[in-house]
């Protein structure tokens, strides 16, 4: 089980394009975030929450949050900012193999199996771990003039999800030198494996569920409210 849960929180939703950042639109009236929360609480309900926030939200109440220790850390320029900002955060009070996982706000779906299951995996790889489900469309690549390039092999290819699960020393290791000057950059770093693999390492891939839908573009909260409400008992 994890000792810290990271929650980065601090997008804006462009894709979105609503009138509040996507977390907090409403499924039945609470926002997506209380939704995400709960999931992670019920799955681990002794863990540190880290949850990354805009400096200006003006959005977020504590209500929504159910978990004892929790803390709020100033959200980044991008994702993998935020998520640097958390980890340095706890510093003070993380051990380098606390085992911590990370995992999207717009991710409300997640199942408290797969949350156990994927904790599992990052506890026993030294390389830590993230659900992902194979690629199920044909993929192209574009020649940059809207034309076909090519046709990628879909065999071994994966569609990463969140959470994921590294020790800390690991973890931040790996963000702080994708970042650095001779880095991989924050555009190549969409989520905590592509750092780690960026050390020449190996996540472990943790089959998940296709309903842990990241909460992306207009229809996907249809989707969510969907998905959310054929879940429950
Ligand atoms: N996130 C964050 N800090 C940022 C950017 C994103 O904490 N600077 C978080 C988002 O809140 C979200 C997760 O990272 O939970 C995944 O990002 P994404 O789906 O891209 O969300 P947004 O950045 O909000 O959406 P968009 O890219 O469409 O603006
Ligand atoms: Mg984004």
Not at 177 to 194: C, F, K, R, W, Y
Request: charged letters at 25%; a negative charge; hydrophobic letters at 40%.
């Amino acid at each position: 089980t994890p000792r810290w849960l990271i929650v980065p929180a601090a997008g804006s939703g462009r894709r979105m394009g609503a009138e509040c950042p996507k977390q907090y639109l409403r499924i039945a009236e609470r926002p997506v975030l209380a939704y995400t929360l709960d999931r992670l609480h019920q799955a681990f309900p002794e863990a540190g929450l880290c949850l990354c926030l805009r400096p200006d939200d003006n959005h977020f109440t504590s209500d929504w949050v159910p978990f004892a220790d929790y803390r709020r850390v100033p959200g980044g320029e991008e994702r993998v900012d935020s998520v640097i900002n958390a980890l340095r955060a706890i510093e003070p009070l993380a051990r380098d193999d606390d085992l911590v996982l990370v995992h999207d706000v717009a991710r409300p779906c997640v199942s408290i199996e797969n949350l156990m299951e994927l904790a599992h995996h990052a506890a026993r790889q030294p390389n830590g771990a993230l659900l992902a489900t194979p690629v199920a469309d044909t993929i192209k690549r574009d020649d940059g003039a809207g034309c076909v390039q090519r046709t990628e092999d879909r065999r071994g290819l994966w569609q990463a999800q969140t959470p994921q699960g590294f020790r800390y020393a690991l973890l931040r290791r790996a963000l702080e030198a994708a970042l650095s000057a001779d880095g991989i950059g924050a555009a190549m770093v969409t989520d905590e494996a592509s750092a780690v693999e960026a050390l020449g390492l190996t996540p472990v891939l943790v089959p998940g569920r296709r309903d842990n839908i990241k909460i992306t573009h207009p229809e996907d909260l249809a989707l969510a409210t969907h998905i959310l409400a054929a879940q429950r008992p």
